[in-house]
């Protein structure tokens, strides 16, 4: 059968090119997708752009019209939900006799028949095993309606469906589907992203992971073996010999230290000749063993880590964030890194609920002490299904309407102790605060922060995509000098 997913996402770089790099890449498509095509099935992408709405709507009922798929797949996060119910309200007024299932983050942790008003089905959880047998139910003519992690809809009738177990062995699940996105990547020799596991051990209030825990039962952490990984990141290297750089997507490295010893070992003996660059992801808690984890790291070619702050507020990270561990804890684990020269990147929120302006002072202070080689800082968005969503409800400062226009880059929640204006402010300086006194890095910040401040507010996302369009529209992306300049936008 022929199954056609769609993604959609609200900054892109152009209609045909939406994506910039490869590391735009959705897992959860991806891994369907392979594992429909184990199957024998036939899968295609379409990568929606959401500013080019009639021309991408138009483009894809032609793909819809040509391709015939006896299933289109959905999938949306909580800022993608309206538009994407929105095409799949299009598609089924022009071709109703085609069933739609939509799944996703969203729609797990906020399951509702009023989806089911649109979509056929709704995914709730891991949807490899629930689509491929939904697939051969419709293939074969044969019943659907029991098919564990599903609700489905027969005439007016909804059958939902109780949720299996989290698949248990993932390294028997096929490499994801990445071919099915090059034709949407703008720039295919870009760093690359591998999915070390699935799950955290972790229960952080702002996060899914704690509530998508919940929708089933058996082991939620579950890590690939190093075998595994090192196989697929084999095939990528012979497939794309000219990237250089790979992300290890992982919740955090250091869940499991004798699996992160032979990870290492054998990414030593891999990367012995070839002299790749690795990054991660890293949450740190009071006994870690920071030398270890960061000498391990250095060994086989980690070139830097990230590690979410959050706040610099201990008592924010404990009352509100469930994130338990010390300024001091963050600053032995910057001092590992350094020692092993590794990079550090920092995760960092601002407009939390129950934060003061004084308490962000913290978050700022301790960024301008670390002085990381750059950070990602955001806005609090409250994210539907999550505690923290929950919290900021019976707080009561939950406006009428969450906009998503520029999610996390504008404030939404007047606080207390902390106004919206103030949190707007604080977040439209902090990379020029943050960075004013350092005279190795104060050029290249105070151009990010003229260009934030022109704007009048920060745009860092559409400062990024702005010049990829220029680079695009030019053909310029391949020269030195302008690749360092897009580097300084990506490391900001």
Known sequence: MNILFIYSLQKTVSL??????????????????????????????SVLDRKNERRALGLLMKRINRLQPGLICFTAVFSEIEFITKVAAHIKKLKPGIPLMLG????????????????????????????????????NGTYFRSIANLWVKENERIHKNPARDFISGIDTLPFP?????????????????????????????????????????????????????????????NQYPMIREFFFEVETIGTDMEWL?????????????????????????????????????????????????????????????NRIYSNDDIMKAVDAAGRNKIKIGLFNMIGLPGETLEQFGETLNLNRIIQPHWHST????????????????????????????????????ELPGFTKKDIQKCFDSFHYEVYKKNKNRRVSRLFIYFIMKFAGHNCMAECKLLLLRILYLFRLNRLTGITRLLGIFQRA
């Not at 942790?109 to 419709?138: A, K, M, Q, R, W």
């Open 16 to 45: 045909y090119k939406p994506l910039f790099g490869q590391e735009q890449i959705q897992f959860g498509i991806s891994y369907i997708s392979s594992f429909l095509k184990l199957n024998g099935h036939h899968t295609v992408l």
């Open 104 to 139: 996703g983050v969203h729609v797990t942790l906020n399951p509702s028949v009023t989806f089911l008003e649109i979509f056929d089905s709704i995914c709730i959880g891991e949807g490899e095993h629930p689509v491929l047998e939904y697939v051969n139910s419709i293939e």
């Open 177 to 237: 589907d990445r071919d099915m996105w090059q034709e949407w990547i703008l720039e295919p020799q870009t760093r690359m992203t591998l999915l070390l596991g699935r799950g955290c051990p972790y229960n952080c209030s702002y996060c899914c992971n704690h509530a998508i825990k919940q929708t089933a039962k058996g082991e939620y952490v579950r890590l690939r073996s190093p075998d595994s990984i090192l196989t697929e990141l084999t095939l990528l290297h």
């Open 261 to 321: 010893d032979e990870l290492c070992s054998k990414l030593q003996l891999f990367n012995k000749n070839r002299e790749m660059q690795f990054s991660t992801n890293l949450r740190i808690f009071s006994s870690m063993n920071f030398e270890q984890i960061f000498s391990n790291l250095q060994k086989c070619g980690f070139e830097s880590v990230i590690i979410g702050l959050e706040s610099g507020s201990e008592l924010i990270r404990k009352n509100i964030l």
């Open 378 to 413: 955001s806005i609090f968005f409250p994210y539907p299904g999550t505690a923290l969503f929950q919290l900021v409800k019976d707080m009561n400062l939950l406006p009428e309407k969450l906009s998503t226009t520029d999610e996390r880059q504008r404030a939404v929640l």
